[in-house]
């Protein structure tokens, strides 16, 4: 019995371990009545059904997949076994299998046929333990949604000499848990395909079916047959090797054509649609009436010597926009300019043509690629901030901020201060806001930017809307003295930006700061 009870605990254990995707109701449990015989298998009469005897088995199975169960039956009966001086002696026998069910499963039959096999374990009244084999085949008849009457036939081998035995059994199955809708199911499917399409993509940035590693142009769709490289013209040479790409050609000219078949490329061939010779870059043995080097049938001008580069005619010194200037020396042959802007317009006189004068209509210099610099400070007009007052390039064109202004704004940070917890201005905090005030008048083309910080204490929300209300409290005392509110703006950071730890007193003081800075208009 305890070799019974060992190989109870390791089936039920086998069975929950188990996590597999259910399709359907994942859980059953089955009730039959057994016909066991011991008999005909070891010696007895196969056709004496009396050596048949009855038992019982309880089971309950998990659906691994649509088509695959795991059953656990628990058995247990009276048999003829062992023969002696009277025939065949009866025992109790009890046992416990691990079975492996394959289903011939539609959802739309009645009928389910299915192959089983599995291992057991057998324990006899007499102490008498074996190890069985058992294979068969059974069928489920469907009486309801989740009920079936099976029946299942089996031959079990014997580790043990004289135990083989045939069974049979019939009985209910009820099936239970939360079922798996078909649709739920397609979803899962579909989920696991498009994981896979996923992977793919991941690894074939092109999306043309072939991996990066393995794809030449791993950025461009192509064929498997050009490893992953695009063919526009079909003409079974990549793109990349094709001299011609977007004309069908041949491979032993890089695939361009050769239109005339004289053994020249069209992408070098001088008369394509005529046979000719290499010498003669593909073109037919010609005269050269003029002897300019141009023969005849390329010539525009066979009567007259001229140059290749004007297809055999003479050079004339054209003017075609009629402003004085040659073309070959007008830098914008088709429009009327000045010799000054070399041929082309020049809007406003200042010497630099409309095509480079990025102020076409304003004098300018020709340094400043035609833009005036009203202050002279080196920035032109449509970059500098502060056009009529001499500045820097770092200030965008305006005056540089003095040391002593830059000071008071740096002491701000520390001198500007409010009730703990709250967003009222404490009054050691006037002084200081008054002079940034005065430097704000100092710098008209300037704006003040207000930006309210705090340390970590207390939630990230109430932080946020404490250091708004800081930098606010700022800007509309400020207003209150006369600023104009279009030369200042706020801001408020909470926790987000600290400029020292906050696992101390000193850093926390340190991050709750309103900070005050000029920026060019």
């Given at each position: 019995?305890?070799?019974?009870?060992?190989?109870?605990?390791?089936?039920?254990?086998?069975?929950?371990?188990?996590?597999?995707?259910?399709?359907?109701?994942?859980?059953?449990?089955?009730?039959?009545?057994?016909?066991?015989?011991?008999?005909?298998?070891?010696?007895?009469?196969?056709?004496?059904?009396?050596?048949?005897?009855?038992?019982?088995?309880?089971?309950?199975?998990?659906?691994?997949?649509?088509?695959?169960?795991?059953?656990?039956?628990?058995?247990?009966?009276?048999?003829?076994?062992?023969?002696?001086?009277?025939?065949?002696?009866?025992?109790?026998?009890?046992?416990?299998?691990?079975?492996?069910?394959?289903?011939?499963?539609?959802?739309?039959?009645?009928?389910?046929?299915?192959?089983?096999?599995?291992?057991?374990?057998?324990?006899?009244?007499?102490?008498?333990?074996?190890?069985?084999?058992?294979?068969?085949?059974?069928?489920?008849?469907?009486?309801?949604?989740?009920?079936?009457?099976?029946?299942?036939?089996?031959?079990?081998?014997?580790?043990?000499?004289?135990?083989?035995?045939?069974?049979?059994?019939?009985?209910?199955?009820?099936?239970?848990?939360?079922?798996?809708?078909?649709?739920?199911?397609?979803?899962?499917?579909?989920?696991?395909?498009?994981?896979?399409?996923?992977?793919?993509?991941?690894?074939?940035?092109?999306?043309?079916?072939?991996?990066?590693?393995?794809?030449?142009?791993?950025?461009?769709?192509?064929?498997?047959?050009?490893?992953?490289?695009?063919?526009?013209?079909?003409?079974?040479?990549?793109?990349?090797?094709?001299?011609?790409?977007?004309?069908?050609?041949?491979?032993?000219?890089?695939?361009?054509?050769?239109?005339?078949?004289?053994?020249?490329?069209?992408?070098?061939?001088?008369?394509?649609?005529?046979?000719?010779?290499?010498?003669?870059?593909?073109?037919?043995?010609?005269?050269?009436?003029?002897?300019?080097?141009?023969?005849?049938?390329?010539?525009?001008?066979?009567?007259?010597?001229?140059?290749?580069?004007?297809?055999?005619?003479?050079?004339?010194?054209?003017?075609?926009?009629?402003?004085?200037?040659?073309?070959?020396?007008?830098?914008?042959?088709?429009?009327?300019?000045?010799?000054?802007?070399?041929?082309?317009?020049?809007?406003?006189?200042?010497?630099?043509?409309?095509?480079?004068?990025?102020?076409?209509?304003?004098?300018?210099?020709?340094?400043?690629?035609?833009?005036?610099?009203?202050?002279?400070?080196?920035?032109?007009?449509?970059?500098?901030?502060?056009?009529?007052?001499?500045?820097?390039?770092?200030?965008?064109?305006?005056?540089?901020?003095?040391?002593?202004?830059?000071?008071?704004?740096?002491?701000?940070?520390?001198?500007?201060?409010?009730?703990?917890?709250?967003?009222?201005?404490?009054?050691?905090?006037?002084?200081?806001?008054?002079?940034?005030?005065?430097?704000?008048?100092?710098?008209?083309?300037?704006?003040?930017?207000?930006?309210?910080?705090?340390?970590?204490?207390?939630?990230?929300?109430?932080?946020?809307?404490?250091?708004?209300?800081?930098?606010?409290?700022?800007?509309?005392?400020?207003?209150?003295?006369?600023?104009?509110?279009?030369?200042?703006?706020?801001?408020?950071?909470?926790?987000?930006?600290?400029?020292?730890?906050?696992?101390?007193?000193?850093?926390r003081s340190l991050n709750r700061r309103v900070e005050f800075s000029l920026r060019p208009k």
């Amino acid at each position: 019995m305890r070799n019974l009870f060992l190989a109870l605990i390791l089936g039920f254990s086998l069975l929950t371990a188990i996590n597999a995707q259910n399709p359907g109701y994942p859980y059953g449990l089955s009730f039959k009545a057994l016909f066991m015989d011991y008999q005909s298998q070891n010696g007895g009469d196969i056709s004496n059904f009396k050596s048949y005897h009855h038992g019982f088995e309880i089971g309950i199975q998990k659906s691994l997949q649509e088509n695959i169960n795991l059953v656990v039956p628990i058995k247990a009966g009276i048999v003829s076994t062992d023969s002696n001086e009277k025939g065949f002696s009866h025992r109790k026998v009890y046992g416990i299998d691990a079975q492996v069910q394959y289903l011939f499963y539609k959802p739309e039959t009645v009928v389910t046929p299915y192959l089983m096999a599995g291992v057991g374990g057998v324990q006899e009244d007499e102490g008498k333990f074996n190890i069985q084999v058992p294979f068969g085949a059974g069928v489920y008849f469907k009486i309801r949604e989740n009920a079936y009457i099976n029946w299942q036939s089996e031959y079990r081998y014997s580790l043990e000499d004289d135990r083989n035995n045939l069974h049979h059994g019939i009985g209910f199955v009820y099936l239970f848990g939360n079922p798996v809708p078909v649709e739920e199911k397609e979803m899962e499917k579909e989920e696991e395909m498009d994981e896979k399409e996923e992977d793919l993509l991941l690894n074939d940035s092109d999306g043309d079916g072939l991996e990066d590693d393995i794809d030449l142009c791993p950025q461009l769709a192509g064929s498997k047959e050009l490893k992953g490289c695009p063919d526009t013209d079909s003409d079974g040479i990549a793109d990349y090797r094709d001299d011609c790409p977007s004309v069908f050609g041949l491979a032993i000219f890089k695939g361009c054509p050769d239109t005339d078949e004289d053994g020249i490329s069209d992408s070098i061939d001088e008369c394509p649609n005529m046979k000719g010779t290499k010498e003669n870059n593909g073109c037919p043995e010609s005269k050269d009436r003029d002897m300019d080097g141009v023969a005849d049938h390329l010539d525009h001008c066979p009567d007259m010597k001229g140059s290749a580069d004007n297809n055999g005619c003479p050079k004339v010194l054209e003017d075609k926009d009629g402003d004085g200037i040659a073309d070959d020396e007008d830098k914008c042959p088709n429009i009327k300019g000045t010799r000054n802007a070399m041929g082309c317009p020049d809007a406003d006189g200042d010497g630099v043509s409309d095509l480079d004068d990025k102020c076409p209509n304003i004098p300018g210099l020709s340094v400043m690629n035609g833009c005036p610099d009203s202050d002279g400070d080196g920035i032109d007009d449509s970059r500098d901030k502060c056009p009529n007052t001499k500045g820097s390039v770092g200030s965008n064109g305006c005056p540089e901020i003095a040391k002593e202004d830059l000071s008071v704004l740096e002491l701000a940070m520390r001198a500007v201060s409010f009730d703990t917890g709250k967003a009222t201005l404490r009054p050691q905090s006037f002084p200081i806001l008054n002079q940034i005030g005065d430097i704000l008048i100092k710098y008209p083309n300037y704006n003040l930017l207000i930006e309210g910080h705090t340390d970590n204490v207390g939630s990230a929300v109430n932080n946020q809307l404490l250091s708004e209300r800081r930098a606010e409290a700022c800007y509309q005392y400020l207003l209150q003295k006369g600023i104009n509110a279009e030369s200042m703006s706020f801001i408020g950071y909470g926790e987000s930006q600290p400029i020292n730890s906050n696992e101390s007193l000193r850093g926390r003081s340190l991050n709750r700061r309103v900070e005050f800075s000029l920026r060019p208009k």
